[in-house]
């Protein structure tokens, strides 16, 4: 049972994991490649700044501020249980994995909004395509194989996750050991608390 949560868990995070960061991250690049914004440098590597952390420091901090009477708990009017909930189990690690690496993916995909030709959205502005127009028939579509790119190495990680569901409870995979486990997880339980080396 707990191997096949862990899939049903694997399963969940690759959907909501890419329709949450890819989203964000192409929101945040286009106002990060827009002319009017100043200090665009300095956002960008704002952004990019928690893909530094690594992933246990990033889950260590997120239990500080996700947890029972932690930062989240003295700010908010309202108590979630983020972590000793079952039902929030999943969305925390997805929090913690967006947090690292939404700035991640907003520098790949200015990287391919800069490479989108001027001239060739200039001329649509000239024939009366709104900005919205332009970016939904003209950018979209020249930014589809970086969005696809993005998809796939998102996805991939989204498949590995670990560290997460691993330090963000005292006991891995969340409140119960099963609600945000995954099947590296599970391999690791089995292996390293277990001792079923087999």
Known sequence: PS????????????????LFQIPIALGVAVLLDAKFLRGRSIARA???????VSGVVAAIIFSIILGQGGVLDSVLPF??????????AKPAVILVGGWRWIGYWVIILLAGLQQVPVEVKESASVEGAS?????????????RPILFFVLIVNS?????????????????GGPDGLAATTPVLEIYKAAFIQFDMG
Not at 46 to 52: D, E, I, R, T
């Open 3 to 18: 191997v096949q949560q862990a899939f049903a868990n694997d399963a969940w995070y690759l959907v909501v994991n890419n």
């Open 46 to 52: 704002g952004f990019f700044a928690p893909n530094l």
């Open 79 to 88: 108590h979630v249980g983020w972590l000793t909930s079952t039902d929030f």
């Open 131 to 143: 900005p919205w127009q332009i970016f939904l028939f003209i950018t979209l579509p020249l930014l």
């Open 156 to 172: 991939i990680g989204t498949l590995q996750i670990f560290e997460e569901p691993l330090l963000l409870w005292a006991n891995p």
